[in-house]
Nanobody, 119 residues
Framework: QVQLVESGGGLVQAGGSLRLSCAAS????????LAWFRQAPGQERDLVAA????????YYADSVKGRFTLSRDIVKNTLFLQMNTLKPDDTAVYYC????????????WGQGTQVTVSQ
């Protein structure tokens, strides 16, 4: 089982920036798609961004395009989400998740990290 641990959340003013990290417990995760989801209170969990670990192909939700950027440290098995120009609507618990090839959904989930953006 792959364990994912998020960090880097916090409180920031609108227009500010945060950098989230997702560390995977296993060194070999090339077969995974890793992603960030977020869930605001009383709302559904939405996909924010995803990356294929093997080739670096990325996906971004329309709501974060141009503001959020994925990057990775292959040696440390760590995924980063640089979040710029944050808005109050970005306030949510952010979860790191992993999806195996052939799986219908995401199989591995982190504990979540809170991001709060004040006006």
């Amino acid at each position: 089982q792959v364990q994912l641990v998020e960090s880097g959340g916090g409180l920031v003013q609108a227009g500010g920036s945060l950098r989230l990290s997702c560390a995977a417990s296993r060194r070999t995760i090339s077969y995974l798609t890793l992603a960030w989801f977020r869930q605001a209170p009383g709302q559904e969990r939405d996909l924010v961004a995803a990356i294929s670990w093997s080739d670096g192909t990325t996906y971004y939700a329309d709501s974060v395009k141009g503001r959020f950027t994925l990057s990775r440290d292959i040696v440390k098995n760590t995924l980063f989400l640089q979040m710029n120009t944050l808005k109050p609507d970005d306030t949510a618990v952010y979860y790191c998740a992993g999806k195996r090839r052939g799986s219908s959904g995401y199989d591995f989930w982190g504990q979540g990290t809170q991001v709060t953006v004040s006006q």
